[in-house]
């Protein structure tokens, strides 16, 4: 069993930049594939970025975007620049043994962090 908390969320303006972390607990983090997806309201939930031996973005974060993990705090990161109000999301983590975009293969997730981009 994996418990994710996510923090960091809040409302910034267009171009800001938030910083997303994801705190785990339970079993061994470094054994996990770590993922950031995000929904925004009547879509479906989307993957944003996956860390495991490498990393990997969706296209419309690349370039924006940054995760990294630091397995020695147990803790995955994302850090979000030059934002858009097409960010607006709530954004979760999910812990997973394979490194996918798929989110179907992640086994755990947070209960999510709302971030909000004004235009």
Known sequence: QVQLVESGGGLVQAGGSLRLSCAASGRTFSDYAMGWFRQAPGKEREFVAGAGGTTYYADSV?????????NAKNTVYLQMSSLKPEDTAVYYCAAGRIFTSTRNEYRYWGQGTQVTVSS
């Open 62 to 70: 690349k370039g924006r975007f940054s995760i990294s993990r630091d």
